[in-house]
């Protein structure tokens, strides 16, 4: 009796709290995270952060590509690292400032794109996958290892990088000597949020036209796709293309944020794993799900499992564990909700709402009746 | 030199054949891509020797030929993962089977908890590899007899399994799933048992390859990223044989191990390039003909 | 100059020849039923014609031009539209989506005018074959009969001078096949120009429509005519019932 009271109350409760638009509740999260830093937070929570809106625009770059057009990609890390790469060599080179290797850099990244999307997505079979599989870790290698080593630099990589806003420009504004320095910090914070912003605008955008209907309906029949006159082949590099621009972008930028481009760093078998992590624990298929994801992730990744510790596991040992304690739970996590964590709760959210609409209709038609026996 | 080349491309083309063919069964049985295979490998590896670290001192002694103690390992080895591999099918594969991204991302997260399990085996036993024990001691001809008794093994698992496959029932039963999985089903094969033995029987091959990839190829070390440049090749070899094909994977994987020998030999720093010749065989292949030599024949869908 | 011109066509798989030799036309304004029994090769035909295989030999002309091999949007944008036997909504989009994804955008047209325009124009289509009020609805949660009429809805949307309809009678009730049936004739009347191609099973229901019935059976054309006399050949009697007159 108790609990049927309970859920009645929880009912009506989502159907007030819930009816809020996402729209309101996305702006709400941005007012929160701009006035973040004015709370003066540790320098680590306010990284953790900008980590999040990083990894959260790669994420989204990938849902669009696999979630969205169903095609897929298993080594975003490649643009990834193509962005990041771009950007350190046309500085070791050249010597531009980031304002003008970001650009060609990710100009790169989209014209590779093409080259390997082309084979694979026209190709029936999962060759996008493996092939994309491979690639970073065959970069990877490659840019560990001799031909290329000193172009690339090794596992020490290409590096120091300028940051995206000198410590200069904040010496002019009156920031002097060492004040300057967490300014620097504090605007990549605020870039990074500028650049998940954006790109969740342009995503949403995209996949509320035509071209992101052509993209649901790929994924949904690529035959029946055909039938109704789409050029199947060519949508698909263009979500490959977005996807990669997107990406690339993202290394580019995070490159001059860290200010090291290294292997390990961006062309990692785990940040290829990354992104799927994070849209999964989100939602794969939404736009909110690689942010929900990024947010879960990061949180439980730098905050909860770096302060806790399970003693007679020493440092190595506990890093080795917690990475497969990571993966296990990923792969807990899929087969309980394949469509993502948040997925599942607005999917519930969406039924407790239409039974609440049949629970009112059914009380009124009850009623109804009861007044008509009366008569 | 040559020799050397014809030699060491038969050797490796065995293990790859073999490793490969696990990969390309379960695919060609069940559309499962298992990018955990070259993780059953590794870890096939790590437990012969960890059972032949144990049977040795104990058997030896006894009278029992070193050989046929690790011979026992092998098995015992090849029985885990294969139960394993089966495990893995009944828990993590079938609830979502059909949802082709959850499960490449769900083997992938397999594969990288197996290198875990690798890296804090090591730690724990203050090594940077696995020492793995060579079944026969000595040289042949040049040869190191243990190369010869991996060729000899791998192409004898591989007829066994093409006999097993062609002639006994249970191999019908994969044939005619690998074909129209929906008739299959309505004829009475209980695919899900069926999905299970082929997992199990893909783990058991990737562990025999794995073992002696370690024990010839890499001179008796198995390392913690030994799955990797295998993955590599595997893939090169089922989209060039065609993925879920027998004798493609043969073919293609003595083509790919042969290609990688020659590019090992003959091109200066030749070894830091092999990834990057799988990937360039896998790129011209899908350009060219995707099905590959002997892929099975999808028009429409 | 007929409208769809099949010349010759066949198509081998292996061993087995789905569709041996067949050649007819259909004209402008016709409206042409392909019959057979199970296995015939009907739909093996519409998926040559619409390109989603290629024949092993022979060839199709729509238009007086060869468009044997193209790929079948290609095919599509000519003019060519089909449905599929069973049907292939597109799940996660809603209903009116479905139709608007088949529709072309015209070229430099404003974004967002297009868009309200093309939603105009697919409500319009949704309403023709009566499931306008399911507009919203994710194509998941609708009902075959439903979901049959979406399917020519889609087709439509591509404005196509050839309608091909796979089976559109399949797994409708008696009053669902009547509306089909007067659908089919009355987009013939608003669309004089359009020929309309139509594999079927339902016999009595086809009759009814088609003006010239052609009949296959294991691939090859054995009859062609008007339905009376089609329904008193011998040997497509022979062929539905398996046994001689």
């Known amino acids: 009796m108790v609990i049927h009271y309970l859920k009645r109350a929880y009912s009506s409760f989502a159907a007030h709290v819930f009816d809020i ?33 990083f990894f959260a625009t790669l994420a989204a770059s990938w849902d669009l590509l696999v979630g969205r057009t169903g095609q897929i990609s298993l080594g975003h890390a490649l643009f990834f690292g193509i962005g ?54 065959i970069l990877n290698t490659l ?39 967490p300014m620097v910090d504090l605007a990549n914070y605020y870039l990074g949020l500028v650049l998940l912003c954006a790109s969740s605008i342009i995503l949403y955008k995209i996949a509320n036209s035509k071209t992101g209907m052509v993209f649901v309906s790929i994924l949904d029949d690529d035959l029946a796709s055909k039938a109704c006159g789409i050029n199947v082949t060519r949508y698909k590099l263009i979500a490959f293309a977005i996807s990669s621009l997107f990406a690339a972008l993202t290394g580019a930028t995070y490159a001059h944020v860290i200010t090291i481009v ?24 939404t736009l909110y799900g690689p942010l929900v994801g990024a947010h879960i992730y990061f949180i439980i990744h730098r905050y909860v499992l770096q302060t806790t510790h399970i003693p007679y596991l020493t440092g190595t040992q506990w890093t080795f564990t917690r990475d497969l304690i990571f993966a296990a739970v990923v792969i807990i996590l899929i087969i309980k909700w394949p469509r993502g964590i948040a997925r599942f709760v607005t999917d519930k959210l969406q039924d407790l709402e239409e039974a609440r609409d049949l629970d009112e209709r059914g009380k009124w038609i009850w009623k109804k009746y009861k007044k008509e026996k009366t008569k | ?47 012969f020797a960890t059972s032949g670290a144990f049977l040795l ?53 397999l594969a990288l908890i197996f290198q875990q399990i690798m890296l804090l085996a090591l730690d724990a036993a203050k090594l940077t590899y696995i020492p793995v024990a060579p079944f026969i001691r000595g040289a042949t001809w040049g040869v190191r007899n243990e190369s010869l008794l991996a060729f000899g093994v791998s192409v004898t698992l591989f007829i066994s399994l093409w006999i097993f496959i062609t002639k006994s029932k249970i191999g019908g039963a994969m044939r005619a799933v690998s074909q129209d999985r929906e008739v299959a089903m309505l004829m009475g094969i209980n695919t899900e048992r069926l999905y299970m033995l ?104 | 100059m007929h409208l769809l011109e099949v010349e010759n066509l066949t198509k081998r798989f292996g061993g087995l020849t789905a569709v041996n030799n067949v050649s007819f036309h259909a004209d402008e304004g016709e409206i042409v039923g392909i019959i057979g029994p199970n296995g015939a090769g009907k739909t093996t035909l519409f998926n040559l014609i619409s390109g989603f295989l290629k024949p092993t030999s022979g060839t199709v002309k729509f238009k007086g031009e060869i468009i044997t091999g193209l790929a079948p949007h290609k095919i599509v944008n000519r003019g060519i539209a089909r449905t599929f036997q069973v049907v292939r909504p597109f799940r996660h989009l809603p209903v009116i989506a479905n139709v608007m994804v088949s529709m072309k955008s015209p070229r430099g047209a404003r974004k967002i005018e297009w868009l309200k325009t093309i939603e105009r124009k697919a409500l319009d289509l949704l309403e023709d074959v009566g499931i306008s009020e399911l507009m919203l609805e994710p194509a998941e949660n609708v009902g075959h009969g439903d979901l049959k009429r979406l399917e020519m809805a889609r087709a439509l949307a591509t404005e196509p001078d050839l309608l091909m309809l796979d089976e559109p009678f399949g797994g409708l009730n008696p009053l669902e096949t009547d509306y089909l049936i007067k659908s089919i004739l009355r987009m013939h009347l608003d669309e004089p120009s ?31 005519g008007k339905p009376e006399e089609i329904a008193k050949n011998e040997r497509v009697i022979e062929v539905y019932m398996g046994r001689e007159m």
């Open chain 1, 262 to 285: 290294n292997p390990s760093g961006f062309l990692d078998i785990t940040l290829s794993f990354l992104p799927v992590i994070l849209t999964f624990l989100g939602g794969i298929g």
């Open chain 2, 198 to 301: 082929t997992m199990g029987i893909s783990a058991a091959f990737a562990t025999v390859a794995g073992v002696f990839y370690a024990s010839s190829v890499l001179v008796g070390q198995a390392p913690p990223h030994m799955w990797l440049q295998p993955l590599f090749s595997s893939f090169a070899i089922v989209i060039l044989g065609g993925l879920g094909s027998i004798k493609g994977t043969l073919i293609g994987g003595f083509i790919i191990a042969y290609t990688e020998t020659l590019v090992a030999y003959l091109i200066p720093q030749g070894g830091q390039i092999v990834p990057a010749v799988s990937l360039v065989i896998i790129m011209l292949i899908i350009l060219i003909r995707p099905k590959g030599l002997f892929g099975k024949r999808i028009e429409m869908e």
């Open chain 1, 143 to 181: 840019f560990k290892y001799s031909p290329l080593l000193p172009i690339t630099g090794g596992e020490r990589g290409i590096g120091p990088l300028p940051p995206l806003i000198p410590v200069e420009f904040f010496r002019t504004i009156g920031f002097s000597g060492r004040k300057a320095y």
């Open chain 1, 21 to 53: 638009p996402p729209r309101l509740l996305a702006l709400l999260l941005f007012m929160l995270l701009i006035f973040l830093p004015i709370t003066k937070p540790d320098d680590y929570i306010q990284r953790m952060f900008r980590d999040i809106f």
């Open chain 3, 194 to 224: 359009r020929g309309i191609v139509i594999v079927e099973h339902k016999l009595y229901a086809l009759m009814k429509i088609v003006q010239r019935v052609i009949v296959l059976h294991q691939g090859e054309k054995i009859a062609e």
């Open chain 2, 57 to 109: 001192p104990v058997l030896e002694p006894l009278g029992v030929i070193p050989t046929f103690i690790l011979i026992l390992a092998l098995i015992l080895a090849a029985i885990s993962v294969a139960t394993i591999g089966g495990i893995v099918y009944k828990l993590i594969i079938s609830p979502i089977i059909g949802d082709d991204v959850a499960i490449m991302v769900v083997t992938v997260s």
């Open chain 1, 84 to 137: 990041a790469y771009g950007t350190a060599l046309l500085y070791k080179y050249f010597g531009f400032p980031p304002w003008v290797t970001i650009p060609i850099a990710v100009l790169i990244g989209v014209s590779i794109s093409p080259l390997i999307g082309s084979p694979c997505l026209r190709a029936k079979g999962p060759y996008l996958a493996l092939v994309t599989m491979v690639l970073p870790l």
């Open chain 2, 1 to 47: 030199m040559i020799e050397s080349i014809l030699i060491d491309g038969a050797i490796a083309g065995g293990i790859y054949s073999l490793l490969a063919l696990g990969f390309t069964l379960i695919y060609g049985v069940s559309g499962v891509i298992n990018l955990a295979h070259s993780g059953f490998f590794m870890i096939g590896a790590l437990l």
